[in-house]
């Protein structure tokens, strides 16, 4: 995979997470209880995972010269 399409790839997921904290909230308005919250937990432990390793990639690509 290029270089330049991992991080379109990264953002892609990132922006996944978002909205699946979003429509978490939503459905915890909607429906209450703790599957919700979870969900939010999840999805934004997934997103500073996510984002975490694309900074980590990037500076890592930076450093070799490849950006």
């Known amino acids: 995979m290029g270089d330049k399409k991992i991080f379109l790839l990264l953002a892609i997921l990132a922006a996944l997470c978002m909205a699946a904290a979003g429509i978490s909230v939503g459905l915890r308005n909607i429906i209450g209880g703790l599957g919700s919250i979870a969900g939010i937990i999840i999805s934004m432990i997934a997103l500073v995972a996510v984002m975490g390793y694309g900074f980590t990639l ?10």
């Open 58 to 67: 990037k500076k890592k690509f930076r450093e070799e010269g490849r950006l």
